[in-house]
């Protein structure tokens, strides 16, 4: 059973009791991640999570870093597009401690000057790292266009120029208006004791003035064409980023969507890691992935593909594609992809991490959070139709978007000319 709580001020608490671990995992998740931020401000969120980690008015960073790795904890963040998150995972006799210290730095970080001049350039440097490797460059190629000229398809870390416009006002303010109780989930799993640690969040965030939801804007998608964006580069293989927007977080069909990201391309049981690299030799890492949204998502193919077979392996992706639009999976197929979404669920369960994670997730970007017999439920109701409905909703022509980065420079026509599902 989870255990769910909100306060007056509507900052909301969510429990999993796990009795046969000795380990608990804490996060404090904030509605707020880069398609909050406004144009001239472009990764003030993400630096403000680096930021925290410098100390906060009881805790020094040095302090902040011991009091978890000094007892074996583990201690990190990570920003999104739409959420920060601040977690801990420690042995559960030291819960109390990690929490006063994860509080601390989202309600009264330091923020001193010197630390945002340093932290700037960590930032930068960074940034630099994402644009040197091109595995992780061209999925931000491929955002921008997915969505042009919006914050969803901009870098969640910002750019140079906006970075070193930030200052210390911007980031206090940004901490002051977003990081309030109605944006704040504290989400736990392990083994813990209830009462305790809604007591104790109760006591430290109830002073806290309640406020209203952040808000951003939803996305715009009105595309009626294929799209290519090549970046030359004088790589050894070609690195590729196929999108297609696709089901929001909370759409009905969610479950037959990860059943055809399954079958595609989420293991080397897969359509496209057996045809493309088992069969044929065309890539050495080939699959899919899925990132889902309030309002959005992406299908997503990923390829590292032989610089001389490019088109080739194109082809053969668009072809595996088109096949799930046209004819139904086979019951064997079938079977296999929906005991590999439970059976992966159920394993990432066993870890009080994964279990925070999946619970804070859930509450705060749906503000519920579904016991896993109720997703078994839900995943065992699924039909092979709705699979091949997914796909015919997803799979269409006039939505591909490709991005490459190798060198390609003078094949683009022909890349775009086999821009086809078929």
């Known amino acids: 059973m989870y255990k769910k709580e909100k306060l007056n001020n509507g900052l909301r608490i969510i429990t999993k009791h796990l009795n046969h671990v000795q380990s608990v995992s ?36 040095r302090t902040i870093k011991e009091s978890i790795e000094g007892v074996g904890g583990s201690l990190n963040g990570f920003t999104s597009e ?41 930032v930068l440097e960074e940034l630099k790292m994402y644009r040197d490797l091109p595995q992780s460059y061209v999925n931000e190629l491929l955002d921008g266009l997915l969505w042009p000229h919006q914050a ?37 799993a392990g083994k813990l004791d209830y009462d305790l640690l809604a007591g104790k969040t109760s006591a430290i965030f109830s002073p806290l003035k309640s406020t209203k939801l952040n808000t951003f804007l939803k996305v715009r998608q009105h595309q009626d064409k294929p799209q290519l964006k090549i970046f030359y580069k004088d790589t050894e293989q070609t690195h590729m980023a196929l999108g297609f927007h696709a089901l929001k977080r909370d759409h009905p069909l969610k479950h037959a969507q990860s059943i055809l990201h399954i079958i595609l391309g989420a293991n080397m049981s ?35 593909i032989d610089n001389r077979k490019v088109g080739d392996c194109l082809k053969l992706i668009f072809q595996e594609l088109g096949k799930t639009r046209k004819s ?11 005991e590999f979404y439970l059976g992966q669920l159920s394993l990432a369960l066993e870890d009080t991490m994964e279990y925070m994670l999946w619970m804070g997730e859930s509450v705060a970007c749906l503000d519920k959070v579904h016991s896993l017999e109720q997703i078994i439920k839900e995943v065992n109701q699924v039909h092979p139709e709705e699979v091949a409905a997914v796909a015919r909703q997803l799979f269409k022509n006039e939505i591909i978007n490709l991005a490459l980065i190798g060198p390609l420079a003078k094949s683009e026509k022909q890349i775009y000319r086999r821009l086809n599902v078929g």
């Open 328 to 338: 139904l999976v086979t019951k064997d197929e079938f079977k296999r992809a929906k």
């Open 26 to 61: 804490l996060g404090i998740w904030i509605n707020i991640g880069s398609r909050y931020e406004e144009v001239s401000q472009k990764g003030i969120s993400h630096f403000l999570e680096h930021l925290l980690f410098k100390g906060s008015r009881k805790y020094s960073c």
């Open 270 to 304: 897969s359509r496209l890691f057996n045809e493309v690299r088992e069969k044929r030799g065309l890539a050495y890492e080939i699959g899919t992935g899925l990132k889902r949204y309030h309002d959005t998502g992406v299908f997503l193919v990923h390829a590292g």
């Open 152 to 188: 969803l398809g901009s870098p969640i870390i910002g750019t140079v120029e906006t970075v070193n416009k930030i200052s210390r006002q911007d980031l206090k303010s940004f901490q002051t208006n977003h990081y309030t109780p109605a944006n704040i989930v504290v989400s736990a």
């Open 82 to 122: 739409e959420h920060t998150c601040y977690l801990v995972k420690i042995p559960h006799s030291f819960l109390s401690k990690a929490l006063d210290i994860l509080s601390d730095m989202v309600i009264n970080p330091r923020l001193a000057a010197a630390d945002i001049e340093k932290e700037k350039t960590v």
